[in-house]
């Protein structure tokens, strides 16, 4: 099994995915950290002081006077509402939340990187594992070895596993040293809020603790991870059912987008609770941002991801083992 | 030499409703290049693609050196080495980085064995070189390598000298012969063009439209289609006279076809010679396979 496994790790890293993958997530970080140096001196420019007491003072100012125009809708702005009283918490427990430093880009960059862009990172090693020995031809040579078809597939998914894990660990990575290059290395003991729970407008903070930046990021990358894997074992799936690769892309991809959208908009379409693309902003409840369906739960979101993760491997395997191959 | 390497029995494949396999035996020896001859689309490819595990048949028993392909898959595979169709391999890997890939997929991996595969189809030059940088020739030598790697006892091989130069498809032939008269293996080798079963083959299957039609030695299927060509003058009188006797068609430039039978040439000839025919020319005549598989198949066209 460890051979099959190491074929396949060559291989995914011969064609240069992780390699494409990394450099990706290295021009991404460069171009956020520096939008957000430049938000920064904006701010600072702004409110012309770098206490970030005012600039949250400022903020909740800000956010006030948006809902008290007109046209935004209940939905929006109960969000705005909750923002406010998360913003007041830290205010009255003099916490920082923009603690600047390498530690919460990471954070941040992981909260709005979890339902686009660390699934398409992956997406772009999985959609093809399978269908590209399909569609060149390869498959056949595999399939006539010595070992059973569901070792071959075994050890696919596992070189997957490996490679996603690598994908967040990179990310974790780049994220930290470029960003630090700006912001400074500092900040991994900074305390973050952690536990508020949404309840209708009400922001309930009876859960809400103090944690250790980096205790939080380390939940947090897990619950990345979690989702990467969620959403590569799909990938992986169409990659067996799909013979083409930019076919099980674009299915991937509409299914991500959709997410994304539907996030927005369907807080009173209460079965869409049970997709799996609606469920992958998992760090939402760490932050406390509330659900995009009422009554959703960090515990609810994981099993359903868990069951859609089960579901694509089952199906993958008994297509794989049992499909002709032509 | 007489060890069976290979049996297919009552092998049947249906996709829906239709039957695409209606049925074929074969049972190959050690040491024998067996042919598989047919149009494209009489089933060769998938037949084979049943033999080497990649389709589940319907019906029947495939066994390679007496294991089962479908209830003792891996034992069935250590026994074989393929290819089918075009030798698919990584483009991106280099051609020696391709055998360790499927080396390690082997129960035993052995780089001595690597090597000596590899000078055998004579590639040490290229080996390290990237499979994309390679010519077709290479790349089915490359192919076959890859195919050696298990030391198999039984070879199969689709369409192995499909887009060779005339130069590869002599190598392949030669190769191929070597393979199985030196180190004993059983060759099984698909193919459209007549020709090449000709010259490489001991024993071949003419398949057509899912069926065996014949088996048997390239030789014996030829003369059992021989022929005698007649030229005589007047051509219609003797052509009236052949006719009383046997089927006669019309060769090319004048000349008269008849089937070829050793006792009653000569009846044949004393009868037209009595009729005061002229007879200048009889000559017998092997068919070109191409003629037999056609008068097999009934017409169906090959290349």
Redesign the interface.
């Known amino acids: 099994m460890i ?2 496994i ?2 396949e790790m ?2 995914i890293i ?2 240069r995915k992780l390699l494409v993958v990394a450099l990706i997530i290295s021009v991404l970080v460069g171009l956020f950290t520096y939008a957000q140096y430049k938000e920064a001196e904006r701010t600072r420019e702004r409110i012309g002081s770098q206490d970030w007491r005012t600039t949250v003072q400022q903020q909740i100012v800000d956010t006030q006077n948006r809902l008290g125009s007109s046209g935004i809708s209940d939905e929006w702005k109960t969000q705005l509402k909750l923002r406010i009283q998360q913003q007041q918490y830290y205010l009255d427990h003099d916490i920082n939340p923009l603690e600047p430093g390498a530690p919460t880009f990471m954070r941040t960059f992981a909260e709005h990187s979890i339902t686009l862009l660390i699934p398409l990172m992956v997406m772009v090693i999985a959609a093809d594992l399978v269908s590209s020995e399909r569609s ?3 498959v ?9 078809r569901w070792k071959v597939l075994m050890s696919k998914y596992l070189a997957l596993l490996l490679s996603i894990s690598a994908v967040i660990g990179i990310f974790g990575l780049v994220s930290y040293l470029v960003s630090g290059l700006v912001f400074g290395y500092q900040g991994w003991d900074a305390p973050v809020v952690t536990g508020f729970t949404a309840l209708g407008s009400e922001l309930d903070t009876a859960g809400a603790q103090l944690l250790p930046q980096w205790q939080y990021i380390l939940m947090e990358y897990s619950l990345v991870w979690f989702v990467a894997i969620i959403v590569g074992t799909i990938a992986f799936m169409l990659s067996v059912l799909v013979k083409s690769t930019p076919a099980a892309m674009g299915i991937m991809l509409a299914a991500l987008i959709s997410g994304l959208i539907l996030s927005n908009m369907v807080s009173s379409w209460e079965s869409a609770r049970y997709f799996f693309m609606i469920n992958m902003d998992l760090t939402a409840y760490l932050a406390g941002n509330p659900p995009p369906i009422e009554g959703m739960t960090l515990g609810f979101s994981l099993s359903i991801l868990a069951v859609w993760g089960i579901a694509a491997l089952v199906v993958s395997f008994l297509v794989f083992t ?1 499909e ?3 | 030499m007489d060890e069976i390497t290979l049996s297919v029995k009552g092998l049947k494949k249906s996709i829906g409703k239709r039957e695409i396999i209606k049925g074929i035996d074969i049972t190959l020896k050690r040491g024998e290049v067996f042919g598989f001859l047919g149009p494209n689309g009489a089933g060769k490819t998938t037949t084979i ?1 049943m033999l ?5 048949p319907t019906a029947g028993k495939i066994e390679i050196c007496g294991y089962n392909v479908e209830t003792e ?3 069935a ?2 026994q ?1 080495g ?1 290819i ?3 030798p ?6 280099t051609g020696w ?1 391709n055998l360790e ?2 080396s ?4 035993k ?1 052995d780089n001595s064995h690597m090597k000596e595969v590899v000078k055998l189809v004579r590639l040490q030059e290229r080996i390290h070189d990237t499979v994309k940088t390679y010519s077709l020739g290479m790349r089915q030598r490359l192919g076959i390598a ?1 195919a050696l790697l ?1 030391r198999p006892k039984v070879l199969i091989l689709d369409e192995p000298t499909n887009g060779l130069d005339p130069m590869g498809i002599r190598e392949m032939r030669s190769f191929i012969r070597h393979l199985a008269k030196e180190e004993g293996l059983t060759v099984l080798v698909s193919s459209h063009l007549l020709s090449e079963i000709q010259l490489m083959c001991d024993r071949v299957a003419i398949i057509s439209k899912g069926e065996v039609l014949a088996v048997d030695s390239v030789e014996k299927l030829l003369t059992l289609q021989e022929r005698l060509t007649w030229r005589v003058t007047p051509e219609e009188e003797g052509k009236k006279v052949l006719q009383s006797f046997t089927t006669v068609s019309k060769g090319i430039d004048g000349t008269l076809v008849t089937p070829y039978s050793a006792e009653e040439a000569a009846l044949w000839n004393k009868a037209l010679v009595e009729k005061g025919i002229h007879v200048m020319e009889i000559n017998r005549k092997l068919p070109a396979l191409e003629d037999l598989f056609l008068e097999i198949t009934g017409g169906e066209t090959v290349d």
């Open positions: 051979n099959l190491r074929n060559l291989k011969r064609r060149s031809g390869t056949k040579l595999l399939l006539t070895r010595p070992i059973k049992r002709d191959v032509y | 693609r080497v595990g990649l389709i589940k898959f891996t034992k595979m250590e074989m393929c089918v169709e075009n698919e391999l990584y483009p991106y890997l980085e890939h499927f390690r997929m082997l129960p991996q890859q298990g």
